[in-house]
């Protein structure tokens, strides 16, 4: 008897535990949908343009705005899109959910391929090899006879690429070398005004620079860089290097300084201490910084536009600019779209790759 | 292999003594600890005698030559650090090797030593592991191999063994010691722990504000402690000190007398060691409060005329439960007196329970 109603408080005792992993599991379930709800509107702005973007560059034609293959696009991506995150918020293990998702992806891209595959072409990118890409619209241009209009000439796109390439990587470069032996220094060392220098460096970072944009133009002008891409590459140095110079102290500040200290009674030098001791203990904080410096570089618009005059030095941004510019008039979106998408792979890759730094930037920064 | 020497040797850090006045000899092949409590100055010391820091006065001598100002590198001194400082990025046997990287070893006896020095302490099988891969005890021994390899004429150690936990502590202990034996190189030990350095060292510098308070064997800071501080600090469970007024042969504290015999000044504190006291029928009458086991010992807290007093006794020779009223005695060769004021020991002074 006794026995008996031992028993009956068990199963009492187990189905109310059971009612709480069941709840328990319902509200992870309302919380992981939500958050993948939040995720999916959050990004929606950013997206679209980037679809739209990647769309046209592999699909429009001369014909102006088309829109042919982008409505059927959004109907077969959308739907994909709504049952991953339904499928994510049903799926109980890992396995399933990955199961889940490929099967659900195979077959979007199956679909994709046949219904939009046939209009993908790679014409929008002919700019890559062909410099006067737009000599089709300069003979219509010419044969409307509109006097005054004239059409801008362009460099080659490679041109473009290489002058981009070397503002960001030589900025870079110098970044990083200067930040790595300032930040050390001001880490490390005692001096006078330590902390109001900080202080200041921070600050400097936080003013727009485009107010600066008269000033250093005559600056530039009066020391005879104008229309360098040396000139280009010292103004986006001084411009990132004071918070360069500060995260990169943050990552020396948590290098212990006892492991110097062992270094020096080991027999090396200080420099040769900073080099084979202190240095690799920061790589991840240099990477971050080159990256984040790269992509300003890379990006950077108003300045070139400003200290930039003759064609043969325009950078991607610049290209990218005339590019619409000209479309304005009436041309190409397909180009636009092909040379958009043209510029922002390599900022893409460089994220992709350099990714697991960058997030560990926050931790390393913060301990300024 | 080396001698040392502290001459007058002090040291600042900006407007602030650390170390006020050191004189110091330290003979070949000797341990020696740094004892005292923490903020005392050792790790200081430690590091001018590494060439870390730069005294600010005095003359620091190796082998009667002047070092001051030579650079750390060039002292040819083996380190470990409290934190280790083992270098992250390389494997345990770069570790090892890199004191060796900066002496123009040949490659292949830079393998053979590191070897060797990994065979001394036993990591001969985590040569190619990273430090984060290494447990404290482990990564300890890491550290104590690259201090060894270079063959330095000096090793010192800070703290070495405070990261490890209580067993592992023991065996490294025993391990430090038999090493420096073998190897009979001069050595410097940094501790606050009286235990460690009573167990290791063959002498130990008692400090305490950045002055030394005394130097000598465990054996004359635990029978002949130079002050009240030492007294303090060395021995475990510490020692009871009271504070009396003397009149004609006769300690008074309170209520409570006791006999004085020898010179000593109006006030003195009295100083006997837990493991001097025992129970009695009749002595000092004493209720205990409190009794913790300590395994083959028992220490009691009693109340007595004095204040509270603690008692070490072994636990078959008396259970007593708390509340017991009991007395207590000690022998009286076992006795310390100090100076009040100057705080510093009264020789031949001594202590008797006064007979009824
Ligand atoms: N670089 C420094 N700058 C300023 N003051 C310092 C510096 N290093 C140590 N001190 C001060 O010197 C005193 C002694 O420090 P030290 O590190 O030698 O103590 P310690 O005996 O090793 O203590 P612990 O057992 O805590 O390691 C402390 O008061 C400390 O604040
Ligand atoms: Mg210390």
Redesign the pocket.
């Known amino acids: 008897m006794a026995q008996n109603g031992h028993g009956a408080d068990r199963n009492e005792a187990q189905k109310h535990w059971n009612l709480l992993a069941a709840k328990s599991q319902r509200n992870r379930r309302i919380k992981d949908a939500s958050l993948f709800a939040f995720l999916i509107a959050a990004s929606i702005p950013i997206i679209i343009p980037y679809f739209w973007l990647l769309t046209l560059a592999f699909s429009a034609g001369r014909a102006g705005v088309d829109t042919k293959v982008l409505w059927p696009s959004i109907f077969i991506l959308v739907p994909a899109v709504v049952l991953t995150w339904i499928w994510a918020t049903i799926a109980d293990t890992r396995r399933q959910a990955m199961v889940g998702w490929g099967a659900i992806w195979s077959v979007t891209i199956i679909i994709y391929a046949i219904f939009i595959g046939p209009s993908l072409h790679l014409f929008n990118f002919r700019f890559l090899f062909n410099p006067d890409f737009n000599a089709a619209y300069r003979e219509i241009v010419a044969a409307k006879d509109n006097p005054g209009f004239s059409v801008t000439a362009f460099p080659s796109v490679w041109t473009a690429f290489w002058n981009s390439l070397f503002i960001a990587g030589a900025s870079t470069v110098v970044v990083v070398f200067a930040a790595s032996l300032a930040g050390y220094y001001i880490s490390r060392f005692q001096y006078r005004y330590r902390e109001s220098s900080l202080a200041a460096m921070l600050v400097l970072h936080a003013f727009p620079t485009t107010v600066l944009l008269i000033p250093i133009f005559l600056v530039i002008w009066k020391i005879g860089l104008l229309d360098t891409l040396f000139g280009v590459m010292l103004v986006i140095v001084g411009i990132e290097l004071p918070f360069a110079v500060f995260i990169m102290k943050g990552f020396f500040d948590a290098v212990p300084w006892e492991i110097e200290m062992s270094a020096l009674t080991d027999g090396a030098t200080r420099r040769q201490a900073f080099y084979k001791v202190v240095l690799p203990q920061v790589t991840n904080g240099m990477i971050a910084v080159a990256v984040f410096v790269f992509i300003r570089g890379w990006e950077e618009f108003i300045f070139v536009l400003t200290l930039l005059t003759s064609n043969v030095r325009w950078t991607m941004s610049l290209y990218t600019f005339f590019v619409t510019e000209e479309t304005n008039l009436g041309v190409d979106y397909g180009v636009v779209s092909a040379v958009g998408v043209f510029y922002i792979i390599p900022s893409f890759v460089l994220y992709t790759i350099a990714q697991k730094y960058l997030l560990q930037m926050s931790v390393g920064g913060i301990k300024g | 292999m080396a001698t040392i020497e502290f001459k007058r040797i002090s040291k600042k ?2 407007d ?1 003594t ?1 170390i006020p006045d050191m004189n110091l000899k330290i003979s070949d092949g000797e341990f020696v600890a740094l004892l ?10 430690l590091f001018m005698l590494a060439g870390i820091y730069l005294p600010s006065g005095g003359e620091l001598l190796f082998d009667d030559a002047r070092v001051n100002e030579v650079e750390a590198r060039d002292r040819n001194v083996g380190i470990v650090f ?1 934190s280790y400082a083992l270098y992250p990025h390389m494997t345990v046997s770069k570790n090892i090797a890199f004191p060796l990287r900066f002496q123009k070893t040949p490659e292949s006896e830079i393998g053979r030593r590191v070897k060797e020095a990994a065979e001394l302490v036993q990591v001969s099988e985590l040569l190619d592991r990273r430090p984060e891969q290494l447990s404290g005890g482990q990564q300890q021994r890491v550290a104590l191999a690259r201090a060894l390899v270079k063959n330095p004429a000096l090793l010192l150690l800070d ?1 070495p063994l405070s990261n490890l936990d209580a067993t592992l502590r023991l065996a490294m202990r025993t391990e430090i010691k038999s090493l420096q034996e073998r190897l009979r190189v001069t050595t410097v030990l ?1 501790t ?1 722990d009286q235990v460690e350095a009573t167990t290791m060292a063959d002498r130990i510098v008692c ?1 305490c504000d ?1 002055k030394i308070e005394q130097i000598g064997t465990p054996e004359d800071l635990y029978r002949r402690p130079a002050s009240k501080f030492v007294a303090g600090f060395v021995g475990s469970p510490p020692i009871n000190l009271f504070e009396g007024t003397v009149a004609n042969g006769i300690v008074e504290f309170g209520d409570a007398r006791l006999e004085i015999t020898g010179d000593a000044g109006s006030s003195v504190a009295v100083g006997l060691r837990p493991e001097h006291l025992y129970f009695a029928d009749s002595g000092i009458p004493a209720t205990i409060v409190q009794h913790e086991p300590m395994g083959r010992e028992i220490l009691y807290v009693c109340e007595t005329p004095l204040g509270l007093v603690r008692i070490l006794e072994t636990a078959a020779a008396a259970s007593q439960s708390i509340g017991t009223s009991t007395h207590f005695r000690f022998e009286t060769e076992n006795t310390l007196a100090f100076d009040a004021s100057s705080e510093k020991l009264i020789p031949r002074v001594r202590i008797r329970v006064p007979e009824k």
């Open positions: 850090f900006g602030e650390v005292g409590p923490s903020g005392c100055g050792k790790s200081t010391t409290q703290e940094v606050h400090m950045g």
